[in-house]
């Protein structure tokens, strides 16, 4: 409930109504505490991408581009 009750009030900011900050951040606090309880842990990754494909992203016309 803690979560969809935050999930509310997102789409309550996203569209431009009333956004109480300290309500949102003590239900936040709280769902990582249960988190916690739960034995959930925050397990970083690398989202770094890979040379290959930064420029398969940017294209081949600002790759072979004159530099500046």
């Not at 991408?49 to 600002?62: Q, T």
């Amino acid at each position: 409930m803690i979560s969809v009750t935050c999930e509310l009030m997102e789409q309550d900011a996203v569209s431009g109504k009333e956004f109480d900050t300290d309500t949102y951040g003590q239900l936040t606090d709280r769902l990582g505490r249960a988190f916690v309880r739960l034995g959930l842990e925050r397990q970083p990754r690398d989202i770094t991408p890979s040379l290959d494909a930064y420029l398969d992203h940017i294209g081949p016309a600002k790759v072979d581009a004159e530099p500046v």
